[in-house]
């Protein structure tokens, strides 16, 4: 069976930096594209970007990019979303997601990470 | 970008109700669509997909539908397990848009 676990929950406060993890059990972690959403509470869903892990090929959403960092290592089977500087306005779950293809949305999803930044 | 408006945001019925929700795109795009459901403090699960199909395992009272910037999800027969939040989410060029979702709620 097809898993995606994430990292556990984070408090930080402004102006930190913190790096969150996907590791895929189960199957080929370099065949399919990885995402990431961010839920803010009570929020809706919102695409961030996407990491193919076979050669980090990455895209930013607009409203992400240059705001956080994706990254994979094939090798530990695991993505990456990374903040240098952590603000307020990050407080969110996040989750990490996998594309059935290109076209054809995110089938497999990790638990969530919760973010918690204080000022 | 291609923005995605739901409607309505928030949806009351009954057990055996038979529920539509509609997701309009700002432009087309064909038929790159998705139906999630979300329940409280869990991950969204993935319903439909290419605009009307099934995935696996999810119960056939699901189905979708539309084309181009209409899209319709519908619940023929609504069941205890069915109330939670719907998000449609849209596909094109390597950008993703979720709309803001529909609440399904006990009447």
């Known amino acids: 069976e097809v898993q995606l676990v994430q990292s556990g929950a984070e408090v930080k406060k402004s102006g930190e930096s913190l790096k969150i993890s996907c590791k895929n059990f189960?199957?080929?972690?370099?065949?399919?594209?990885i995402g990431w959403v961010r839920q803010m509470p009570g929020k809706g869903l919102e695409w961030m970007g996407i990491?193919?892990?076979?050669?980090?090929?990455?895209r930013y959403s607009p409203s992400f990019q240059g705001q956080v960092t994706m990254s994979a290592d094939k090798s530990v089977n695991t993505a990456y979303l990374r903040w240098s500087s952590l603000k307020a306005s990050d407080t969110a779950m996040y989750y990490c997601?996998?594309?059935?293809?290109?076209?054809?949305?995110?089938?497999?999803w990790g638990q969530g990470t919760m973010v918690t930044v204080s000022s | 970008d291609i923005q995605m408006t739901q409607s309505p945001s928030t949806l009351s019925a009954s057990v055996g109700d038979r529920v539509t929700i509609t997701c309009r795109a700002s432009?087309?795009?064909?038929?790159?669509l998705a139906w999630y459901q979300q329940k409280p403090g869990k991950a969204p699960m993935l319903l439909i997909y290419?605009?009307?199909s099934l995935k696996s395992g999810v119960p056939s009272r699901f189905s979708g539908s539309g084309s181009a910037t209409e899209f319709t999800l519908t619940i023929s027969s609504l069941q205890p397990d069915d109330f939670a939040t719907y998000y449609c989410?849209?596909?094109?060029?390597?950008?993703?848009?979720f709309g803001q979702g529909t609440k399904v709620e006990i009447k």
């Open positions: 997601a996998r594309l059935l293809s290109i076209s054809d949305g995110f089938d497999i």
């Open positions: 189960g199957d080929s972690f370099t065949n399919y594209w």
């Open positions: 990491i193919w892990p076979d050669d980090s090929d990455t």
């Open positions: 432009q087309s795009i064909s038929t790159w």
């Open positions: 290419k605009a009307s």
């Open positions: 989410q849209q596909y094109n060029s390597y950008s993703w848009t």
